[in-house]
Structures are given as C-alpha cells and as structure tokens.
C-alpha cells in the first residue's frame, strides 16, 4: 500500500508547481486584467532552457542537433538562470502582444488572442530548434543528495521534497515583497486603479513590465523543476500545465495570491488522491473541482465578489 | 492533401467559427464548441459502426442514415446545450469561458477512459456514405450555406436584435423587456447545434474519431477563427473559418516554419486589425464602390 504521507507530499509537490504557475498569471491579470495565454510557453522554455545548461545535448531533430552548451552548470544555478531566461521572454511576450493592444485600450478578448499567437510562436520555435523529443533531466545533477528520504516508513523521492520547498520559498518572497516593500506596493497599486496609481507617480508601464517578467521567471522555475521531477514531454509540454494553471488561478480566484496557492494545493492533493485504477481520470479532476466550484461560487474560493455596476 | 480535402476542412472551420461566433454575438464567450463538435463526431462513429440497420446493401453508406445521424446529434446536443446552459450562462466574461473550457476538458478526460467511446484508441472504421473528398466538401458547403443563411436572417429577426441588445448592455436589455437568460440559453443551443451537425460530417470524413478531436487547441483555434474575422456580422467568421484552417496548408512550402508563421499571424491579426476583417462598416463601403 502506498503510504498516505507519501501520498500527501507528491499532492504538495504537484500542488506547489501548478500554485507557481497560478502566481504567474494571477501577477500579470492583477495589474492588467488579461490572462497571458503564452505563460505555458514560458514554461516550457524554463525547463528546456534548465536542460541545457546543465549541459544536457539537443536530440537527433531540430536544427541545433547535437549541440550542446560549452560547460555544465550546477542544477540550482542552471534553474535560476533559466528563471531568468524565460523572465526575458516575458518581457518579449509583454512587448510584443500586450502592449501594442494596451496604447488602444484594446477589448481583452483581442489580449487572449495575440498572447495566444505569441504561445504558438514560442514552442515551436522550440520545436524548431530542439526537435519534438522528450527529454529528462538526470537527478544525478543533485550531487550529494540521495533519491529518496525515508519519513516515518515512507519512502519519499528527495526531488518531491525539494520542489515544495522551492515552490514554499518563491511565494514566500514574492509574498514578502508585495506586501513589504514599495515596488510591491507599487505594483499593488497599479493592480488597484491604474488611473490614480499615475497619477501619485508611479510608472505603470514599468509595473506591467515587471508583472510579466517575473510571471516569465515563475513559470520558467516551475518548467525547470518538472522537468527534474518527471521530464520534458516535448515543446506543447507546457500548455497542458497551462491549462491546469488556468483551473488553479480562477479555482483560487482571479487576482488573488493566496487563492492562487490555495488553489494549486487542492488541485495537487486531489489528484495524488485519485486511487491508481482510476489514475486515467487524474487529468479530469481539476477541471471537474474548477467547474463545481464556479457554479456555486463563481468568483473563486478566495476571489472578491464582483459587483455588477447599474 | 487534395485541394477538395482542403475545401472540407475549410468549410468545418467556418461552420465551427459560426458556432463561436452566435454565443459570442449576445456578448457570451463560450468556448464549448469544440465539446459539442466532439458528441456529434461520437454519435455519428456509434450509430454508423454499431448499428447494423443503417449501414445498408454494402452499396455505400446510405444518405438517409447519414441524414438520421445528423437528426440524432442535433438532439442530443440541444439536450445537453440545454441542461447545461442554464447554471452555465449565470457565469460572465472570462470566467464563461474558463467554465466551458473546463467542459470541454472533462469530456474529453472521460472519453479517454470509458469504453463505449473506444477509449485512447477511438473508433475506426466509420463507413463512406460518399465515394471520394468531392461529396463532402458538397454536403459541408451545404450546411454552410443554410446556417449563413441562418445567420444571416437572424440579424433581421427580432432574435438576433434582442442579442445583438444584450451585448451592447445587458441590463439596459433586460429593462427593455428582452427575457435575457432565454436570448443567451437559445444562442448556446443553436451554437452546439452547429458544431455537433459539423462533427458527424467529420467523423464520416476523417473515417475515425478518437479523444484527440476538439480539445483545448481546437477551443482557442476556433475563437481566433471569428476574432480574426471580426465577431460582428457573421461573414467574419466565416472569412476567418476559411482562411486560418487553409493557412498551415498555404504556408506548406515554408516547411518547418510553417506553425511559426501561423502563429505570428494570429499574434499580429487583434493587433493590426482589432476589429476583424470584416466591419459592418467596410463592408457598407465595399457595397457602396460597386
């Protein structure tokens, strides 16, 4: 039988990486209130990005075949790195489909779409260039560590431990410094009333692009660390935790952080708790949670009301 | 791909971009289209493959069980559309559309793994009721046209103005008298008429049908379908149905740069045309220059 501890932390785990990723998107429809539909392909360029620099060798497809990176770079500076890397990419997503829209006070309908184009774009460049194989990144890039931790006669992966503890610290600070400093408070205010937020001086622009930077760097560690926990399921492997993402955000409540990590939680231990027969069904589930709890509370579980203006 | 293929698949995306775009006129974003384009896929697979009264002399499949699948998966659609529209039309904006993508999810997670579906591995061998690519790509052009035709006649009815009401200003609607839940439930009805009807044809045409059919891609294709066309009169969605499902085939020649270049297209469209294509407006002026 497999150990409910065991099964508890896999839930975190998994909880903990899709609350990652709804922090993403809740930050970026917070200040602009859009949802970046490119925020998948920021994922997958976290975790490819991870891979090589590790110094992990492009598969057989894809133009950059064989190629790999001059040095090989320790696991938890390749992740920061990558962070950043797809931070960068946000910022290119921001410059390219978001802001040319927002100079026309554009509907946000037109936002889903071109945000959209910008996903397609981006993992097939990765396509392009990596080729569509799989890829996995070895543990063995943790050193010292060794793979399991036995917890009260469970065996627990060190991986899963890790992951929640990355994901614990990266809301923890991001927490920290909405709340405590006053570029958070700045961003806050832009998220609040954009109008007046100008208005005291603060550069709104600037706030959006920082929104989306750090949604990119989000996203990108949370593609890194799949790709250590499971693997790197081919360029689309980022919609598919995307789309759960986009359950997790409107499951916590829109523009809502602490919605968003509640969210993601529930959505992990749910799906660890789906018994092993049934394990088809696992991808079901969040939208299935999603769906009830938006008939009986349709701003989310944390989500302020929204008034209907007369 | 022959060029009459092309022509089916373009005339499914149009149909398919219809069904988006009705919701979408009384100011619903419904991303439910592909979930009932795959139901009238599956009632076509089953009641073709399984039962053996309708699939003839071995002669070809005859158009009279054709037209009966077509019948079926129109009710059981409009069933659905039904039980499921009330509680899910309470819902606004992008939440409706989240809602609705989550259905789509679910059917297609539930059609993975039960059996009368053919789980993973779909069901195969759907009989022909035409010989070749030429019968279809007639019988989709056909209901195209009727449901144009449809649309068309909506903007003079009392229907389509009572929606077109209510997606200027729904509560200015409802004081107005215009029963707004029903307006939305009819349109969403309609709609999954639509994708179900366009979903047996493509079945049939593609021979097979399996859980891949219609998933979130599909939800987010179709909707660039009308965005790029421009959601305001219906000859938008057709004109982006048809030209975005012929682009990757167009683009063909770029080889590996194809999806890029596919995706550029729908990243640049809002951007340089924010309202679509086609406008009321320009196509008053087209009228008016000839």
Same mark, same amino acid.
């Given at each position: 039988?497999?150990?409910?501890?065991?099964?508890?932390?896999?839930?975190?785990?998994?909880?903990?990486?899709?609350?990652?990723?709804?922090?993403?998107?809740?930050?970026?429809?917070?200040?602009?209130?859009?949802?970046?539909?490119?925020?998948?392909?920021?994922?997958?360029?976290?975790?490819?990005?991870?891979?090589?620099?590790?110094?992990?060798?492009?598969?057989?497809?894809?133009?950059?075949?064989?190629?790999?990176?001059?040095?090989? @770079?320790? /696991?938890? %500076?390749?992740?920061? &790195? !990558? *962070?950043?890397?797809?931070? =960068? $990419?946000? +910022?290119? #997503?921001?410059?390219?489909?978001?802001?040319?829209?927002?100079?026309?006070?554009?509907?946000?309908?037109?936002?889903?779409?071109?945000?959209?184009?910008?996903?397609?774009?981006?993992?097939?460049?990765?396509?392009?260039?990596?080729?569509?194989?799989?890829?996995?990144?070895?543990?063995?890039?943790?050193?010292?560590?060794?793979?399991?931790?036995?917890?009260?006669?469970?065996?627990?992966?060190?991986?899963?431990?890790?992951?929640?503890?990355?994901?614990?610290?990266?809301?923890?600070?991001?927490?920290?410094?909405?709340?405590?400093?006053?570029?958070?408070?700045?961003?806050?205010?832009?998220?609040?009333?954009?109008?007046?937020?100008?208005?005291?001086?603060?550069?709104?622009?600037?706030?959006?692009? @920082?929104? /989306?930077? %750090?949604?990119?760097? &989000? !996203? *990108?560690?949370?593609?890194? =660390? $799949?790709? +250590?926990? #499971?693997?790197?399921?081919?360029?689309?492997?980022?919609?598919?935790?995307?789309?759960?993402?986009?359950?997790?955000?409107?499951?916590?409540?829109?523009?809502?952080?602490?919605?968003?990590?509640?969210?993601?939680?529930?959505?992990?231990?749910?799906?660890?708790?789906?018994?092993?027969?049934?394990?088809?069904?696992?991808?079901?589930?969040?939208?299935?949670?999603?769906?009830?709890?938006?008939?009986?509370?349709?701003?989310?579980?944390?989500?302020?009301?929204?008034?209907?203006?007369? | 791909?022959?060029?009459?293929?092309?022509l089916?698949?373009m005339g499914?995306g149009a149909?398919?971009a219809l069904?988006?775009y009705?919701?979408?006129r009384?100011?619903?974003?419904?991303?439910?289209?592909?979930?009932?384009?795959?139901?009238?896929?599956?009632?076509?697979?089953?009641?073709?493959?399984?039962?053996?009264?309708?699939?003839?002399?071995?002669?070809?499949?005859?158009?009279?069980?054709?037209?009966?699948?077509?019948?079926?998966?129109?009710?059981?659609?409009?069933?659905?559309?039904?039980?499921?529209?009330?509680?899910?039309?309470?819902?606004?904006?992008?939440?409706?559309?989240?809602?609705?993508?989550?259905?789509?999810?679910?059917?297609?997670?539930?059609?993975?793994?039960?059996?009368?579906?053919?789980?993973?591995?779909?069901?195969?061998?759907?009989?022909?009721?035409?010989?070749?690519?030429?019968?279809?790509?007639?019988?989709?052009w056909v209901?195209l046209a009727l449901v144009c035709w449809l649309c068309a006649r909506l903007e003079d009815m009392?229907?389509g103005r009572?929606?077109a009401?209510?997606?200027?200003?729904?509560?200015?609607?409802?004081?107005?008298?215009?029963?707004?839940?029903?307006?939305?439930?009819?349109?969403?009805?309609?709609?999954?008429?639509?994708?179900?009807?366009?979903?047996?044809?493509?079945?049939?045409?593609?021979?097979?049908?399996?859980?891949?059919?219609?998933?979130?891609?599909?939800?987010?294709?179709?909707?660039?379908f009308v965005v790029f066309g421009g959601s305001r009169i219906w000859l938008g969605p057709v004109l982006g149905g048809l030209v975005i499902t012929a682009l990757?085939?167009l683009?063909?020649?770029?080889?590996?740069?194809?999806?890029?270049?596919?995706?550029?297209?729908?990243?640049?469209g809002?951007?340089l045309f924010p309202q679509g294509l086609i406008t009321p407006e320009r196509l008053a002026r087209l009228q008016q220059t000839l």
């Amino acid at each position: 039988m497999v150990h409910l501890l065991q099964i508890l932390i896999n839930g975190l785990a998994s909880g903990a990486v899709y609350a990652l990723f709804a922090l993403g998107y809740t930050l970026v429809f917070s200040v602009l209130g859009v949802i970046n539909f490119a925020q998948g392909a920021m994922f997958t360029i976290g975790g490819y990005l991870t891979y090589l620099l590790i110094g992990g060798a492009v598969g057989a497809n894809g133009l950059l075949a064989g190629w790999q990176l001059p040095v090989s @770079l320790p /696991f938890w %500076l390749a992740l920061a &790195l !990558a *962070g950043a890397g797809s931070a =960068l $990419v946000g +910022l290119g #997503v921001e410059a390219m489909a978001f802001r040319p829209l927002r100079q026309r006070n554009a509907e946000p309908l037109l936002y889903l779409i071109s945000s959209l184009g910008a996903g397609v774009v981006l993992v097939n460049l990765v396509q392009l260039l990596m080729g569509a194989e799989s890829y996995s990144i070895p543990t063995s890039t943790l050193a010292a560590l060794p793979s399991a931790l036995a917890l009260g006669g469970a065996q627990i992966r060190t991986v899963q431990v890790l992951l929640l503890l990355v994901a614990t610290l990266l809301v923890a600070l991001l927490t920290l410094w909405l709340e405590g400093s006053r570029g958070g408070k700045a961003l806050q205010a832009v998220a609040e009333d954009p109008v007046t937020a100008r208005l005291l001086g603060i550069d709104s622009g600037a706030m959006i692009r @920082l929104a /989306f930077a %750090l949604s990119g760097f &989000l !996203a *990108g560690v949370a593609g890194g =660390l $799949v790709g +250590l926990s #499971v693997s790197i399921a081919g360029p689309y492997f980022g919609i598919g935790y995307g789309l759960k993402g986009l359950g997790v955000l409107v499951l916590g409540g829109l523009g809502s952080v602490p919605g968003a990590v509640l969210g993601g939680l529930i959505v992990g231990l749910a799906e660890a708790l789906v018994p092993s027969e049934l394990s088809g069904y696992k991808d079901g589930v969040a939208f299935a949670i999603l769906f009830l709890v938006l008939l009986l509370r349709p701003q989310g579980l944390l989500g302020k009301p929204v008034a209907s203006k007369v | 791909m022959s060029d009459l293929s092309l022509l089916v698949q373009m005339g499914f995306g149009a149909l398919l971009a219809l069904s988006v775009y009705l919701p979408l006129r009384c100011g619903q974003l419904s991303l439910a289209t592909p979930g009932f384009y795959v139901i009238g896929g599956y009632v076509a697979a089953l009641l073709s493959t399984s039962w053996s009264a309708l699939s003839g002399d071995g002669a070809g499949y005859p158009l009279t069980s054709l037209a009966l699948e077509l019948v079926v998966a129109a009710l059981v659609a409009a069933a659905v559309a039904l039980v499921l529209g009330r509680p899910v039309l309470q819902l606004r904006g992008i939440y409706l559309a989240i809602a609705t993508i989550a259905l789509v999810e679910i059917l297609r997670v539930l059609n993975l793994n039960l059996a009368w579906s053919g789980g993973a591995v779909g069901i195969f061998g759907i009989p022909q009721p035409f010989a070749g690519p030429g019968g279809y790509a007639l019988a989709t052009w056909v209901l195209l046209a009727l449901v144009c035709w449809l649309c068309a006649r909506l903007e003079d009815m009392r229907l389509g103005r009572a929606m077109a009401a209510i997606r200027d200003d729904e509560l200015a609607a409802r004081c107005m008298g215009i029963p707004s839940a029903d307006v939305k439930l009819t349109a969403f009805v309609i709609s999954a008429v639509i994708a179900a009807l366009t979903g047996v044809l493509a079945a049939h045409f593609l021979n097979t049908w399996n859980a891949r059919q219609g998933g979130f891609d599909a939800s987010i294709t179709t909707l660039a379908f009308v965005v790029f066309g421009g959601s305001r009169i219906w000859l938008g969605p057709v004109l982006g149905g048809l030209v975005i499902t012929a682009l990757p085939e167009l683009l063909r020649p770029v080889g590996d740069l194809r999806l890029i270049l596919f995706g550029l297209v729908i990243l640049l469209g809002p951007i340089l045309f924010p309202q679509g294509l086609i406008t009321p407006e320009r196509l008053a002026r087209l009228q008016q220059t000839l």
